[in-house]
């Protein structure tokens, strides 16, 4: 079973920044893409940043310029970099896997983005 566990996570200042990790126990290459997710109680998982096996990415356009999304693939994980973080950003973020017949996801992890 694959699993995702996602850290990183935390209150910071407007203005401020965070890197969110997600470490995959499975080689990450395995899957067609990797992303990370808002997820609003209530509401649809929205999708913030992906990045495909081979590299190329994909950002919602209210984190484009902000947030940039990596994976090391010796180490399994995938990064999300985020500055310039405002209020609105405070969400559960949440890790995602894209393998060929079926999407795999992590339990989240809170970003608090307050002064």
């Known amino acids: 079973q694959v699993q995702l566990v996602e850290s990183g996570g935390g209150l910071v200042q407007p203005g401020g920044s965070l890197r969110l990790s997600c470490a995959a126990s499975?080689?990450?290459?395995?899957?067609?893409?990797m992303g990370w997710y808002r997820q609003t109680p209530g509401k649809q998982r929205e999708l913030v940043a992906v990045i495909t096996r081979s590299g190329s990415t994909n950002y919602a356009d209210s984190v484009k310029g902000r947030f940039t999304i990596s994976r090391d693939n010796a180490k399994n994980t995938v990064y999300l970099q985020m500055n310039s973080l405002k209020p609105e950003d405070t969400v559960v973020y949440v890790c995602?896997?894209?393998?060929?017949?079926?999407?795999?996801w992590g339990e989240g992890t809170q970003v608090t983005v307050s002064s």
């Open positions: 995602n896997a894209r393998a060929a017949n079926r999407n795999y």
């Open positions: 499975t080689n990450i290459f395995n899957f067609n893409a």
